[in-house]
């Protein structure tokens, strides 16, 4: 008998503790798409960010992260396999097309209801480039929401080999410039390494609006008054840049192994960024570079492809889309949690030096891309940045100078299959053409002429009409 009563006394302490964990398993628990690397503290930083979430919003975050290289197909594939999310970082690329298969929840009405905070948040302006049809299918992150672009410049070299980064604005400058630092490092040093997560595509995403169409083959100039839709790779001005990166190529200023390659590697001694002035300092702890100095080589610009440059999106198959658009409204008010999803673990990956100043204590440990999780308006300043930091980014965007399509959106419908095919062609040359690895003058013929072969010229025709009708 005595045995029994043990039996059933370890039994009801069981059930007992079952009881307890009960309410926990009922806690959802939302997952969440970046692209990046990941942290390789990121289980103990979960820890950490749901111990204060889970009060405030009944949920709990599980983040996952799919490489650069392979970020845009991995989405892709999660989409069209139907695989369970809840939020999903999104940028210009697929938004419009995974809108159209219905993969995101409609925010328009949601946002006044359930998220009425994060709707005042956020510019009017950057919640019309979001929209699609009227609707609301992503919340934009207020940041550098305008594009400025820079030339990043290991200071080493600059004073190594007496580079005025101040003239070095065009391409021919730039020649000038890593040739001389080819010549005085050797051989086997290359000056812009590329690869697939890396390329060059300043070449032409600079000067064209891309019309939200995902197909950078396409496009109007920024600021060309009659709004002529283009075949951009078929532009002077694109394939002068392109004969140049070919020459770097040839010449041994880029990575031999540059179309192949997934990533680039650490310690770039230069490399083009979109971002602002004080941006340098996180470029110097993500490339282990003890110091940068750069150059503004265009803009700032506003266009809808810049605005939809960082969004995420509600799954419309997320069982919590009242819980995911909590989380996203509270990572973009919460100072807290803003500088948790930024930065780690306070104590461990950072620690405050003033309120809204953070000193970081590991090189790159944490290691999540902080433009693409919430605005930057509520996130500290790291050590070492001009306390001003967040007003160049306003500033920035305030200066911006609009392309003369900002608020359109391409609707694709009428021509999405084209679109596809197109966007498999390009994907096919992007690698080569964009490293340098293939001739231009031979690349881009052959380019254009499968691109006609796919259906290029019914898209162009049918962006100028709806760019037309946009103009009137």
Not at 151 to 157: I, N
Not at 258 to 274: D, S, Y
Not at 369 to 388: C, H, I, K, L, W
């Amino acid at each position: 008998m005595k045995k029994i009563y043990c039996i059933l006394a370890v039994c009801a302490i069981f059930t007992a503790c079952e009881g307890k964990k009960a309410p926990e398993s009922s806690v959802p628990t939302l997952t969440w798409w970046f692209y990046g690397s990941t942290p390789s503290n990121l289980r103990d930083g979960l820890k950490a960010i749901n111990e204060y979430i889970e009060p405030k919003i009944g949920a709990r975050l599980d983040i996952k992260i799919a490489g650069w290289a392979e970020a845009s197909q991995r989405m892709r594939t999660i989409v069209n396999s139907g695989e369970y999310f809840d939020i999903m970082f999104i940028d210009l690329g697929d938004y419009n097309n995974f809108v159209r298969l219905g993969a995101y929840a409609d925010l328009t009405d949601m946002l006044t209801a359930d998220a009425p905070a994060l709707k005042s948040a956020i510019p009017d302006m950057l919640w019309d480039g979001v929209r699609i049809n009227g609707k609301i299918y992503a919340v934009p992150t207020y940041k550098d929401s305008s594009k400025t672009r820079f030339f990043v410049w290991d200071d080493k070299y600059v004073q190594k080999y007496g580079i005025d980064i101040t003239k070095v604005h065009s391409f021919p400058e730039l020649d000038a410039a890593l040739r001389a630092i080819k010549q005085g490092e050797g051989g086997r040093f290359y000056p812009l390494p590329l690869s697939q997560g890396s390329l060059f595509d300043m070449v032409y995403a600079d000067n064209y609006d891309s019309m939200t169409a995902n197909l950078p083959p396409i496009g109007v100039a920024l600021h060309d008054s009659i709004a002529k839709v283009v075949s951009v790779f078929e532009q002077p001005d694109v394939q002068e840049k392109l004969r140049y990166l070919h020459r770097w190529y040839l010449d041994g200023l880029i990575t031999p192994d540059a179309p192949v390659t997934l990533e680039p590697p650490k310690q770039l001694p230069f490399f083009t960024a979109i971002g602002w002035p004080a941006a340098v300092s996180t470029w110097q702890v993500n490339n282990g570079v003890e110091k940068y100095v750069l150059e503004k080589v265009f803009g700032p610009s506003y266009s809808t492809d810049a605005i939809q440059g960082s969004m995420n999106a509600i799954s419309a198959n997320s069982k919590y889309k009242k819980e995911s658009l909590k989380l996203i409204e509270l990572v973009n008010i919460d100072h807290k949690l803003r500088d948790m999803m930024a930065f780690g673990i306070e104590g461990v990956n950072f620690s405050y030096i003033s309120p809204n100043m953070v000193k970081l204590l590991t090189a790159d440990q944490w290691n999540l891309a902080r433009y693409q999780q919430g605005t930057f308006f509520t996130m500290s300043n790291v050590e070492g940045d001009p306390e001003d930091t967040w007003d160049q980014v306003r500033r920035q965007n305030e200066e911006a100078t609009p392309s003369i399509l900002l608020g359109f959106v391409f609707d694709n419908k009428n021509v999405i299959n084209e679109i596809a095919s197109c966007k498999a062609v390009y994907d096919k040359y992007k690698n080569e053409l964009l490293t340098g690895a293939s001739d231009p003058d031979i690349a881009i013929p052959a380019l254009i002429q499968d691109l006609n072969d796919a259906g290029f010229q019914k898209i162009i025709d049918e962006a100028q009409s709806q760019v037309s009708a946009f103009k009137q």
